[in-house]
């Protein structure tokens, strides 16, 4: 056979169901994730799995809400911002995609490297609301992401951090009635 080939085909053929017989697939139920709710005094709320261990920060005197979500289980963290608008927000690099948080119009901005991260935010009543992830465990944050992003809601702000005057400032006044 000088010059020539031979092929091979090769056919998947479809399963043959003779009458009688009947085809049983086995789906396996995910368990469902209990969920918890965030009300944050900084005006929004959320909810997120249980199982997660939140750190509010609230050493963190320059942001109006740092809420940090995690799971010893599952490298990576999601971490909730509420702080002055900046000229950083929406911030450059990265895929920016138009979206909503909240009802309202938002950026989700998805970051490549140097790791793997996603910012998803939105301008409200003078603030800039941030929910900000590292994908170390791509799979499991990213659902995290979409449930947190789906449930998030404004709310009354319960704080005068917004007006820019402190709680503790706020109550320090006295009412002088004359």
């Known amino acids: 056979m000088a010059g020539g080939g031979i092929f091979y085909f090769y056919q998947k053929k ?5 009458p ?17 709710t965030w ?19 609230e050493d963190d005197n320059d ?6 979500l995690t799971n ?3 490298p990576g963290t999601i971490i909730v911002w509420a702080s002055d608008v900046s000229s950083a927000w929406p911030p450059k ?20 490297t140097p790791s793997a991260k996603f910012i998803v935010g ?9 929910i900000e992830g590292t994908l170390t465990d791509k799979a499991y944050w990213q659902t995290v992401e979409e449930g947190i992003v789906q449930t998030f809601t404004f709310t009354p ?3 005068t951090a917004a007006s820019g005057q402190s709680a503790a400032s706020a109550a320090d006044e006295e009412e002088v009635v004359q």
């Open 14 to 18: 479809s399963p043959v169901i003779t």
């Open 157 to 159: 702000d319960t704080s």
């Open 63 to 68: 942001n109006y809400a740092h809420v940090e």
């Open 93 to 112: 690099g990265g895929t920016s995609i138009d979206t909503t948080l909240g009802g309202i119009a938002a950026k989700k901005i998805l970051i490549s």
């Open 122 to 130: 939105a301008v409200s009543e003078g603030l800039v609301f941030k």
């Open 20 to 36: 009688g017989e009947s085809v049983h697939s086995t789906v396996t139920p995910t368990p469902a994730v209990e969920l918890t």
């Open 39 to 57: 009300t944050d005094p900084a005006g929004f709320s959320f909810q997120y799995p249980k199982d997660l261990s939140v750190n509010k920060h």
């Open 72 to 74: 010893k289980e599952h």
